[in-house]
């Protein structure tokens, strides 16, 4: 299993201890702590959730060493069966029977169907990661959907209030709350109850603007208490909590909480801003509100006056009962808080540097924690049987799987046999598994370039970081390795750079022939005999190809000559009347601007 998962897992289940915990204690400390603190503590919990913190010394953290040991121990080990000497080629036609042919309690063929289950079963382990991730992606994809569609129909039907009096008294209350940004107000009356959306850009949503002043007021305190609190993105943290831990019943069961506790403690916020007196007519407010006409009733992502109808009565409960906790609670409270912070960081998770001192769970070992000697090499000797079966039944997942766990001596003769067999595919899955950092990575690369074997090599250099890329660049540009730069730009994206390449190498062949009858260049001057040259032409028998060069400051004019074939056999001087000629082409002046 992916030690990434495990870890998850792990966080997973000390999450759900906690909330075992809380939720115990809630009948205990429902109407003696703080609302407010009932709703922030479960921040101690989806931070356990998603945050794999640990002390060196933890009390599950053995426990977790203990479950994997003990998984690890009694999974059963795929039972070897001796494959018989067979061409691989002719492995599938031999192995297949036909039914009618078959005896029902053929020994051969449960065991044949034992390792195919055992194969699969040993697949989906290895895959597990990816069932969960993919999983928790789509529910997070379509929580936001589903938010950008409750946006948007808020929106269509939005009316923004431009009533001076009502805007004057939002600031006034904004003010007295503590609130400095601009908050905008409209009316939608399609929405059940007053509401606050917007991360960055907040906007309170009224059902209507027919209430009175001290409704009013209760109200916006209520949504602009949610704002400075940011609720939303509270919210938002346990949606995706829920997202990635879709597996847990107990982490939804934690959202419904936290979303009840949201209310209540935002109640016993603004009980607290507008005093106790108050809580009567902040109590008919609430009650007011549950008379909204509105039909829309998705909320995700948003804050409300109030969730749903069924927590209603215990919200007027709370309210009416409502009394400022005293000193000494709030004492206890902080306690109560550290001892929950301690324990949350006492309960561990899964422990990498355990897990690395354990035997892995893919080398399955049996009984002791300590392996003797001849168990290892027992267990050494049945992957080697499992690589090759999975080679001869040509699956290249498994083998890539099984590969990994072999020891280096073992890796490396299956290395040296698909390279001998030339086998790309089963190459290309191995060493991936090996690591760039690997001697056999680079002892297997450092052949392929010596065999100019540019098929392996091309596999090796799909798993090569840039840096090692370039260096190997560099070799095969001083070796002129034409085939190998051009795959090794392509692996860094220089294409380009490999036509340019080209056409360097094509003119510094060029001046090395000019100079073996005599002629040298000094930038674009050309030189012949120590003396620099006017006109220099390079022209072929069938004017395919014309190299002309003019520089007033020369002293003489020469001409390339070649033969037959095109090749240089030599130079020659011009005579005045070829220079004449040469002049007066209407190609002249174009080649020459062409070249200079």
């Given at each position: 299993m992916n030690i990434v998962l495990k870890i998850f897992l792990s966080m997973s289940f000390s999450g759900s201890l906690l909330i075992l915990t809380l939720l115990f204690g809630k009948s205990f400390i429902k109407n003696k702590i703080s609302r407010q603190w009932q709703y922030y503590i479960w921040l101690v919990v989806i931070l356990r959730l998603l945050l794999p913190f640990r002390l060196e010394v933890n009390l599950l953290g053995k426990l977790y060493q203990l479950v994997d040991q003990t998984i690890t121990q009694t999974a059963p080990f795929p039972q070897q069966q001796s494959t018989p000497n067979i061409p691989r080629e002719n492995l599938t036609s031999a192995i297949v029977i036909e039914s009618d042919n078959e005896n029902v309690n053929n020994p051969i063929q449960n065991s044949s169907?034992?390792?195919?289950?055992?194969?699969?079963?040993?697949?989906?382990?290895?895959?597990?990661?990816?069932?969960?991730?993919?999983?928790?992606?789509?529910?997070?994809?379509?929580?936001?959907?589903?938010?950008?569609?409750?946006?948007?129909?808020?929106?269509?039907?939005?009316?923004?209030?431009?009533?001076?009096?009502?805007?004057?008294?939002l600031s006034i209350i904004a003010k007295q709350a503590g609130?400095?940004?601009?908050?905008?107000?409209?009316?939608?009356?399609?929405?059940?109850?007053?509401?606050?959306?917007?991360?960055?850009?907040?906007?309170?949503?009224?059902?209507?603007?027919?209430?009175?002043?001290?409704?009013f007021q209760y109200i916006?305190?209520?949504?602009?208490?949610?704002?400075?609190?940011?609720?939303?993105?509270?919210?938002?943290?346990?949606?995706?909590t829920v997202c990635l831990h879709w597996f847990n019943p107990l982490v939804h069961f934690m959202s419904h909480e936290i979303t009840k506790a949201c209310e209540f403690s935002c109640d016993e916020a603004v009980l607290?801003?507008?005093?106790?007196?108050?809580?009567?007519?902040?109590?008919?407010?609430?009650?007011?509100?549950?008379?909204?006409?509105?039909?829309?009733?998705?909320?995700?992502?948003?804050?409300?006056?109030?969730?749903?109808?069924?927590?209603?009565?215990?919200?007027?409960?709370?309210?009416?009962?409502?009394?400022?906790?005293?000193?000494?609670?709030?004492?206890?409270?902080?306690?109560?808080?550290?001892?929950?912070?301690?324990?949350?960081?006492?309960?561990?998770?899964?422990?990498?540097?355990a897990a690395s001192n354990q035997p892995s769970?893919?080398?399955?070992?049996?009984?002791?924690?300590?392996?003797?000697?001849?168990?290892?090499?027992?267990?050494?000797?049945?992957?080697?049987?499992?690589?090759?079966?999975?080679?001869?039944?040509?699956?290249?997942p498994l083998f890539e799987i099984t590969f990994s766990q072999l020891d280096k001596s073992s890796q490396k003769k299956w290395l040296e046999k698909l390279y001998a067999d030339d086998?790309?595919?089963?190459?290309?899955?191995?060493?991936?598994?090996?690591?760039?950092?690997?001697?056999?990575?680079?002892?297997?690369?450092?052949?392929?370039?010596?065999?100019?074997?540019?098929?392996?090599?091309?596999?090796?250099?799909?798993?090569?970081?840039?840096?090692?890329?370039?260096?190997?660049?560099?070799?095969?540009?001083?070796?002129?390795?034409?085939?190998?730069?051009?795959?090794?730009?392509?692996?860094?994206?220089?294409?380009?750079?490999?036509d340019s390449l080209q056409d360097k190498k094509w003119?510094?062949?060029?001046?090395?022939?000019?100079?073996?009858?005599?002629?040298?260049?000094?930038?674009?001057?050309?030189?012949?005999?120590?003396?620099?040259?006017?006109?220099?032409?390079d022209l072929r028998s069938n004017k395919s190809f014309c190299t002309l060069n003019m520089n007033p400051k020369g002293r003489i004019n020469i001409k390339i000559i070649r033969n037959e074939n095109d090749e240089i056999t030599g130079v020659a001087y011009m005579t005045d009347a070829e220079v004449a000629k040469l002049l007066e082409e209407p190609f002249g002046d174009s080649k020459k601007d062409a070249l200079e």
């Open positions: 169907t034992v390792h195919s289950l055992q194969d699969i079963w040993i697949l989906l382990i290895h895959q597990m990661w990816l069932i969960w991730l993919i999983t928790a992606l789509g529910l997070i994809i379509r929580k936001i959907t589903i938010y950008q569609n409750f946006i948007q129909y808020i929106k269509a039907s939005l009316t923004p209030i431009s009533d001076i009096r009502i805007l004057d008294q609130i400095i940004k601009p908050i905008e107000l409209c009316v939608n009356p399609l929405v059940s109850s007053p509401l606050l959306i917007g991360f960055f850009h907040p906007c309170i949503v009224l059902p209507s603007i027919d209430i009175s002043e001290k409704d916006v305190l209520h949504e602009l208490t949610h704002y400075k609190r940011g609720d939303m993105f509270y919210k938002w943290l346990v949606q995706v607290i801003q507008i005093g106790c007196d108050n809580a009567q007519n902040y109590g008919k407010t609430l009650l007011d509100a549950m008379a909204a006409v509105g039909k829309y009733k998705e909320n995700l992502g948003a804050v409300t006056l109030h969730e749903n109808k069924q927590l209603f009565k215990e919200r007027l409960g709370a309210i009416m009962n409502f009394k400022r906790k005293s000193k000494t609670m709030q004492l206890l409270t902080g306690v109560l808080t550290l001892c929950i912070i301690l324990g949350t960081a006492f309960i561990g998770v899964y422990s990498t540097a769970s893919n080398s399955l070992a049996s009984g002791n924690q300590t392996s003797t000697p001849e168990e290892t090499n027992t267990h050494t000797t049945d992957y080697a049987s499992l690589v090759e079966r999975y080679y001869m039944a040509d699956s290249l086998d790309i595919a089963f190459f290309s899955v191995a060493t991936h598994g090996l690591g760039i950092d690997s001697s056999l990575f680079a002892d297997f690369a450092e052949k392929a370039y010596i065999d100019e074997e540019i098929a392996f090599f091309s596999c090796l250099a799909d798993s090569m970081n840039e840096t090692q890329l370039k260096s190997w660049l560099d070799r095969a540009l001083k070796d002129d390795r034409w085939d190998f730069q051009s795959m090794l730009l392509n692996r860094l994206d220089q294409n380009d750079d490999f003119a510094q062949a060029q001046t090395e022939k000019y100079q073996a009858v005599g002629v040298t260049m000094n930038d674009k001057d050309f030189y012949y005999q120590e003396q620099l040259v006017n006109i220099f032409l």
